[in-house]
């Protein structure tokens, strides 16, 4: 079965610096997805970024961007510039290659609550 | 755009009733997920539906049971409710494999 794991239960980062948020993940499938979800206090799931496993370049979001090490099976999140409003529960979740047209479930990791410091 | 909706926002039962949670897909959405996020924990897959068929099964109670309707929208039921089914119920839809789109959520508390 495939695994994330989130070893960062929380992190801090100071307004308008730079945080890493770290998640590996384990699976025997070549294809797969990887996203980041964004939970606010208000418990809103708000996706982030996303990355296909095939793809070779990492994904850009704006101030969000990710660093996809596929052979050690490590999807970490950078957010630039951090703003107040970046402070939040970050999920790291896994979703395996579609199979026959049939949605595949996301796999979360325990998360890691990001604090903005003012 | 339009989101995903799900009602009710708030539920607050007893031990041993039922009750029901319903979502409403994005338009032209063909997969429906259910997902059980209790007190600090990460979201838990249920249930999920493709094109009113159930594709996949999680964690889900046998006390729990869902379904998918003619025109998309799904609904979770749930009976013999226990204290530990108080949790936060999220419904995410997605087509064609796109990224699944959550809405607010239910959140239930049993007393």
């Known amino acids: 079965a495939q695994t994330v794991t989130q070893s960062q239960p929380e992190m801090s980062v100071q307004e308008a610096e730079t945080v890493t948020l770290s998640c590996t993940y384990d699976?025997?499938?070549?294809?797969?997805?990887l996203f980041w979800y964004k939970q606010p206090p208000s418990r809103q799931m708000i996706l982030v970024i996303r990355?296909?496993?095939?793809?070779?370049q990492n994904a850009t979001e704006n101030r969000f961007s990710v660093n996809f090490q596929k052979a050690a099976k490590s999807f970490s999140l950078k957010i630039s510039d951090s703003q107040l409003g970046d402070a939040a529960m970050y999920f790291c979740a896994y979703r395996g290659q579609l199979f026959m047209e049939y949605g595949n479930k996301l796999v979360f990791g325990a998360g890691t609550i990001l604090r903005v410091k003012s | 755009a339009a989101g995903v909706i799900q009602s009710p926002r708030h539920l607050i039962k007893e031990k041993r009733e039922t009750a029901t949670l319903k979502c409403y897909p994005i338009?032209?959405?063909?997969?429906v997920y259910w997902y059980q996020q209790g007190p600090g924990q990460d979201p838990q897959f249920l249930i999920s539906?493709?094109?009113?068929?159930?594709?996949d099964k999680g964690s889900i109670p046998d006390r729990f049971s869902a379904q998918q309707f003619s025109d998309y929208h799904s609904e979770l039921n749930m009976s013999s409710l226990e204290l530990g089914d108080s949790a936060l119920y999220f419904c995410a839809s997605s087509s064609r494999g796109q990224p699944q789109h959550f809405g607010d959520g239910t959140r239930l508390s049993i007393l």
């Open positions: 338009p032209r959405h063909d997969t």
């Open positions: 539906f493709y094109e009113k068929m159930q594709s």
């Open positions: 699976t025997s499938e070549s294809d797969y997805y």
């Open positions: 990355q296909e496993a095939y793809k070779q």
